[in-house]
Structure formats: C-alpha cells, structure tokens
C-alpha cells in the first residue's frame, strides 16, 4: 500500500516513467494507491509514458488527480493474474492526457486472461479519448464496470476496440454521464473477430455534438447493447445519430 498523506496536499512531478505495476509474480501482492487529506496531483507532464503502467489485476487507485502523459492508466494482468481479483480506479480525475485517460486491455498473450475493471466515480476532462476498452485476446474475458462516471469535454468519451478472437467481454455502466463529446461511445469491431461483445448503459445522459453510441457489429461474434432509462442525444446534421449500429 502506498499512501500520499500530507498538510499540504502535494503535487508529485514525474521524471520518468514508473517501474511495471506487477507486485511479485508469483506471491499475491496488492499494489493500492491512496490519496490522504486531499486529493494529491501526479502530474506526467509532457512525458509520453503511462503514467500508471499497471500489469496486475491486484491494482487500485484511490482519489487522485492524474494529469499528462501519454496515457494515465494501462490496465492488464500480463505480469501477474490472480482469479477472482478485480481492478479498481475509484474517485480519481483524469485530465492533460494526449492518447487515453484510461486503457483496460485484454493482450493476445497469455491466452485465456482475464480483465476485471471497476470504475467507481472516476472523472475524465478534455481528452483525446476519455476510456479505451481494447479486447485483442485470445480466448480471454474483460469484464469491466462503472458506476458514476463523468466525462466531459473529450473528443470520443469511450472507444472500444473489439479485435480478440472466442473472447467474451462486457461493459455495464450505471449512473454514468458523458458530455461534450464529438462521439460519446464508439464501438469497433476487427476484422475476423469473433468475440462476444456485451454493451450496457443504465440511467445517466449521453450528450454527443455528432454521434452519440455508434456500434458496429461483426459477422461471426454476436454483440448487443443495451440503453435503459438514458437522456440520449447526438448532432443536429443528417450523418449524426443518438444511435447507429451497423
């Protein structure tokens, strides 16, 4: 555990980039960020690095502000995978970002890994791409989930690339708000992929100045999505949509 506790709520300049988030390959180790008395700043700057290059499902991060680099969090197992273990970034801002506020990903090696992400009120501002959800796997699962968030202000809110192969992934977000976005969720799908792919919104409003939640689907992988009491809205030209799936 690492804690950030001071009285005056610190901001922390990094030179470089931080050593993989793994904890020990073969022990289960935690690896929990906190931010204490405040809301401490980890600030990347102009550095192209993740700022949190985390390699564990046994990753969590608690109220801080993330700010530049390339990408704030990289989220996989690749280093070390525990069943049953889920990820967590809860009450953190995301901002400064030139790639990806946050990217959860599912590698093609090893095969059959597991993701498991919980957002719990994360806030993302004035992104390029506020959260990419990345399936290239190989007979993997992402499960990831959020509750509360706000995205404001990036240019696509949620990019999600289905790539994998027999990989079976799901995104359900309740409470959840996007705004300002040029296309709030945009969903791609690989060619020659077949994973499943299961796509959830419950209550929260999706404000787009184009497309709202544009789908595309895939000839051998089923996909669904599903919107439950949502305020949707896109653009006012005739190529924009609230929803398009294709």
């Known amino acids: 555990y690492i804690y950030v506790d001071a009285t005056i709520t610190p901001v922390i300049t990094l030179t470089q980039q931080l050593t993989l988030i793994s904890g020990d390959s073969i022990n289960h180790v935690d690896c929990d960020f906190y931010g204490i008395n405040g809301t401490p700043t980890i600030d990347a700057g102009a550095l192209a690095i993740e700022t949190f290059p985390a390699r564990t499902n046994h990753f969590h991060l608690h109220n ?9 969090v990289t989220f996989d ?4 995978y525990h069943p049953g273990v889920r990820g967590l970034i809860q009450d953190c801002v995301f901002l400064g970002q030139t790639q990806y506020g946050i990217e959860v990903r599912v590698p093609n090696f090893p095969p059959g890994e597991t ?3 919980d957002f719990v009120r994360p806030t993302l501002v004035g992104l390029p791409v506020g959260i990419h959800l990345l399936d290239s796997g190989l007979s993997g699962i992402m499960d990831v ?6 995205l404001n202000g990036c240019t696509t809110g949620m990019l999600i690339d289905v ?3 027999g990989s079976t992934c799901t995104a359900y977000f309740d409470r959840s708000d996007i705004y300002g976005a040029d ?12 994973s499943a792919f299961d796509l959830r919104f419950v209550y929260g409003d999706i404000f787009a100045n184009h497309s709202a939640v544009d789908v595309q689907g895939g000839s051998t992988g089923p996909m669904s999505v ?15 949509y609230a929803l398009r799936t294709y």
């Open 64 to 72: 801080f502000i993330v700010k530049g680099g390339t990408i704030g």
């Open 226 to 240: 599903w919107l439950h009491h949502l305020n949707v809205r896109g653009g006012p030209d005739t190529t924009d």
């Open 115 to 117: 993701e498991q992400m």
């Open 145 to 150: 989930t959020g509750t509360g968030l706000e």
């Open 77 to 80: 197992s690749s280093l070390h």
């Open 163 to 165: 790539n994998g192969g």
């Open 183 to 194: 296309n709030a969720v945009k969903v791609n799908r690989g060619s020659g992929s077949n």
